[in-house]
């Protein structure tokens, strides 16, 4: 009879997740973003930045092979993940937001840390949700 992978112990596989995926990631959406934007070319930027985020920040092939290694990675990838931003610049925070909305409630829980910084508040968050919230009450007032 033969072996699958999926037919190994989760003990021996979770070794494997951790040798195969990008443990410790630090994903900086504030080293992305440049300074200074033409107000002609602001949108074209705006698609340049997603575009490099998104394939950036993608999830690691692995999680793509079937539900059950998804539901196994997931929680490897994203608890050994460290994000940090810089809500000083509007496009910076739109496109973090974007990204956190994108990988969902589950992954977000999951993120090792979520740093944000904010000049005027001096906002320290360890929370992604936290942080969501916080940005929509900041919004709403």
């Not at 997603?50 to 994203?78: A, M």
């Amino acid at each position: 009879m033969a072996t699958t992978f999926l037919s190994l112990p989760p003990e021996l596989r979770t070794e494997i997740y951790f040798l195969t995926l990008p443990i410790g990631q630090q994903i900086d959406f504030s080293s992305i973003a440049p300074r200074e934007i033409e107000l002609e070319t602001t949108f074209q930027w705006l698609q340049n930045f997603r575009s490099k985020v998104q394939h950036g920040l993608q999830q690691p092939p692995l999680t793509r092979v079937c539900r059950q290694i998804r539901d196994e990675t997931l929680p490897i990838f994203y608890g050994w993940t460290y994000v940090s931003t810089n809500f000083t610049h509007f496009w910076v925070q739109h496109v973090t937001l974007d990204w956190l909305a994108a990988i969902g409630m589950r992954n977000r829980r999951l993120l090792k840390s979520v740093v944000a910084r904010n000049l005027v508040e001096r906002l320290e968050c360890i929370d992604a949700q936290a942080l969501m919230e916080w940005y929509r009450w900041k919004g709403s007032r």
